[in-house]
């Protein structure tokens, strides 16, 4: 996750804030995945 938002950061001019608003919502997200994958797997 860190890696693609490093790239992504370098072929878009973000300020650090953008960055840490991209990540956090991905970070939810990818919380959520988790728990309806695990939910789900019984």
């Given amino acids: ?3 693609l ?3 992504l950061q ?3 001019v973000m ?3 953008e960055v840490n608003t991209i ?7 990818v919380s959520l995945i988790r728990d309806l994958a695990e ?3 019984f």
């Fill in 5 to 7: 938002l490093g790239q």
């Fill in 23 to 29: 990540n956090n919502y991905l970070n939810s997200k």
């Fill in 15 to 17: 300020s650090r804030e």
């Fill in 1 to 3: 996750m860190e890696q």
């Fill in 10 to 12: 370098n072929k878009i």
């Fill in 39 to 41: 939910g789900n797997s």
